[in-house]
């Protein structure tokens, strides 16, 4: 009895102390529910649902791997929805009229080029504590790994913190997963060697053109198929997601073996 | 019918201390002339009873201690009459600009929106004071007796009809505004208030002083009738301020920014606007660090004054003192004026306020006013041309785009257009044949280009070499000729090709670029013909 009023007396005194600060401090709030959004690529959201909102996703590969093709499915969907998107450009690289092409509505991608990943990272904060947009995609792909792992851990756990309880999609593309338990979401990409579209020699008697496709040049690149595998994901949809994997979607390690979250196609345009 | 005055006291006091609130309460003078004979010209109660009397000169009045010590401004001067009126159109489309401290309305009609006179009187304080200022307003049957009631009574005065003559009788003479020497007569006949001037008879008093007795008859006894002279409606906000030291630093400049846009924005409140772009002006005093050259120079150009000017335009139209005040510290901060300011114009460009109706369907975009701070910020950080949105250019050029700035007006989700609907039309149809799905690929570029040694084999690049990797080119695509503009210095004509370059075979030249590039990947790599060299644009990712 005595244990129990002792326990009631210390309860109200932390609830006292904490008024203000913290809303309901014995209150369980689970963080991993999550609103989850399309990645414009249906074979990733099927795997790992999509993109949480009020979350950190980590899109890594080395280059060439599909991390762009990725960012600007993204990019193309959420503004393709009507919302306002934001841009951080570490090493000023990204290419509008590909993007354009890919579908992204350019009039609501605010991108900000920056010129290296300190830059970067300022602009980053600013625009999450600033708000109001549905993705802000930080592209640290062109930055040296060894550069980005010297980024102090608290600065990933600012941006979660800030992102947190905010409809906003915090996207982070780089060579190597560095923001550890902060990223709710992690997928590592890896494309397959190009595709090509040969020549073929045209029916008739057009003999200039036959003659061409002796060369091995007379070709036209036609795409990559790329691999996606979650590393870490800890989301649990808030609306009914037919989870495919659900050992992937109530995992917490960082240790496991990569599963195999999805394959698509990047054709060039 | 009923018209409304408000009347301010001590009129060049008061726009002063509008400029300077510090000032209210402290005994304050303020000086007039051309130096060194400057004189005094208004002082406010507290300086009368340290003993400073109108007329005396600088010197005489730097002996006073605790006695503030100013020179009369104009520019504040036309600020508080423009503010004053921008207060008599908030209540009234009606207004007459009758003098500098004195404005005349008319309440016809205003019942419905305010209620009754007192209430209408009491509305004007409140908003007069809002800009500043400490009002007499005074609500009478004509336009005169309202004046007379404004000028010889403090705070709010109403006067019913019929009883001007007896509610003004007990003002002094000197209340009218007419010749001193028509005043000096009255005196002279012991006539010393309007109750005394209204007791005359109007027959004998036009006998000795003519129309213009008669008419001063008419005033004292409140009777006098005549019709509104309406003023011009204005859209013009400016304030001013010269400093009685330059100031040279950012932090105390903002002090002087923020009070002015204050008073700006309690102006386009009052008239229902907001700020839509402001424009800043510095007159600037010439720099100590100047070399002598420089200060020749300058003396030749007969007192040219140097000025700073900066234009901030608005997405949006705000009335946001303080979101108004950092934009301005942040536009500043990336440009500096270059030498002490003397004195600061600010005038803003006027708007209706934005409307926010906001789709019900459409997501809710960043707010306008904290996004513009946002961008001001990303734009101090990494340069003014480095934020915004890319807008594609109608060429064929490589980097078909220019930077424009963020408006955020497309917030609706897209309409699927028939170009789009083909584009993924197309997508789908060869997607069908295929297991996986398709998206466009990205592409990085490199920018500034960067250089690279080609071996050609078979008229194709066999062998690529860049950045201190150098790999053998698995297969290859092009040449995709590209040349324009060629009546121009930059016109360009190059021969692209997008090549599969497998750097494992070889390696890297440098230590540090082994983990740059990937042992695979596709690069789009032209040659130049003007140039005459190989170039690297970017790779497929």
Partial sequence: MAASSLAAALRSKIELDLRGRVLSPFNYRDRNIFEIVSTGIPEIDAAVGGLPRGAMTEICGPPCSGRTSLLLSALAARTADGEACALVDARDSFDPHQASTAGVALNQLLWVRCQNADQALRATDLLIQGGGFGLVAVDLSDIAPKIVRYVPLNAWFRFRRAVEDTPTILMVVEQEANAKTCASLVLRLKAQPAEWKEAVAPQGPVRDLRDLVKYSFARLLK????????????????????????????EFGSKRTPDRAGVFEAVAM | MAFAC??????MLQSLVRSEPALRGSALVLLNGKPPLWSVVAANTAALQAGVQLGMTKSQVTEFCNVEIRHRSEAQEKAAHAALLDVAWSVSPRVED?????????????????GADENIARELAQRASRIGVIPHVAVASNIEAAVLAARGFAGITIIPAGEECARLGGLPIRTLSTDVEVLETLERWGVHCLRELAALPVLQLSERLGQNGVQLHELARGARVRSLVLAEVSLHFAEELE???????????????????????????????????????FELEPSFEKDVQALKDESRKKNAPKEYTKVLTLPVPMRDSKVLLKLVRLSLQSDPPKSPIQKIVMAVDAAPPRVAQSDLFAPKGPDPEKLELTIARL???????NVGVAELLDTHRAENFRMARWTGSANSPQKKTSKNRKKNAVLRDDAKSLETRRVASGFRVMRPVIAARVEIGEARPVRVCFAGMQGDVVAASGPWRSSGEWWQEDGWDQDEWD???DFGSRGCLREKDANAWPQYGVYRIYYDAPRRNWFVRGFYD
């Fill in chain 1, 223 to 250: 795409g990559f198929e790329i691999s996606a595998d979650v590393v870490r994901s800890r989301v649990q949809c808030a609306n009914d997601w037919p989870s495919t994997n659900e050992n992937v979607a109530n």
């Fill in chain 2, 6 to 11: 408000i009347h301010i006291p001590d009129f």
């Fill in chain 2, 98 to 114: 009758t003098a500098a401290d004195t404005i005349v309305l008319d309440l016809k009609g205003l019942a419905s929106l305010f």
């Fill in chain 2, 243 to 281: 400093l009685e030291d330059s100031v040279e630093e950012l932090e105390p400049l903002s002090f002087l920014l923020g009070r002015l846009l204050d008073q700006l924005c309690a102006r386009l409140e009052a008239r229902a606007l907001a700020v839509r772009a402001i424009h800043i002006r």
């Fill in chain 2, 379 to 385: 734009a101090k950080l990494v340069g003014e041309t």
């Fill in chain 2, 499 to 501: 090549l599969a370059i």
